[in-house]
């Protein structure tokens, strides 16, 4: 689907998620992912399960939670966490591409040019869009109820870390 890094190494994490890479990059995925969908689903299967490559760990139930809500497409508020030099645990939202529209979207993407990837997340286009991974974001993942974690949210758009 085309080299997208500055560099042999296509694993890349800095490379794959630098902005002047994320046209070629997300329509390279939406290419293979179309083409998997239309090789790979028979009439037989109930759904899929899409899985970034970046993911290191998630819920051993994972495909439960996600089944349990009875929707067509589902995709999960994604965390992060790192350790540091020192041995501290830094955590925070991930994936900026799960989001409510907003009328600075609607107006900004209207002035683009038609085939225009609008990426979100970087500062290069402000969009004042709803961001799923921005909602509650004042809380660790620990201060986070049950509730809260099966809240369901109405998107106009969803990521591709994790999508039932």
Request: hydrophobic residues 40%.
């Amino acid at each position: 689907f085309g080299k997208l890094g500055s560099n042999d190494n296509q694993n890349n994490v800095e490379d794959r998620h630098r902005f002047e890479f994320q046209a070629i990059r997300r329509k390279a995925l939406g290419k293979a992912r179309n083409y998997l969908l239309s090789a790979a689903l028979k009439p037989d299967h109930a759904w899929i399960l899409w899985l970034d490559v970046d993911i290191v760990e998630m819920p051993a139930t994972i495909v439960e939670d996600l089944a349990s809500h009875d929707k067509d497409v589902i995709v999960p508020n994604i965390w992060f966490h790192r350790y540091e030099d020192n041995g501290r645990d830094v955590e925070g939202r991930f994936d900026y591409n799960s989001w409510v529209e907003s009328p600075t979207g609607l107006a900004l993407a209207a002035s683009l040019p038609k085939n225009t990837v609008l990426a979100e997340g970087y500062a290069e286009y402000k969009t004042e869009r709803r961001y799923l991974c921005r909602m509650n974001d004042e809380k660790r993942y620990a201060d986070i109820t049950e509730a809260e974690r099966r809240e369901l949210v109405a998107l106009d758009a969803i990521g591709g870390v994790v999508v039932r």
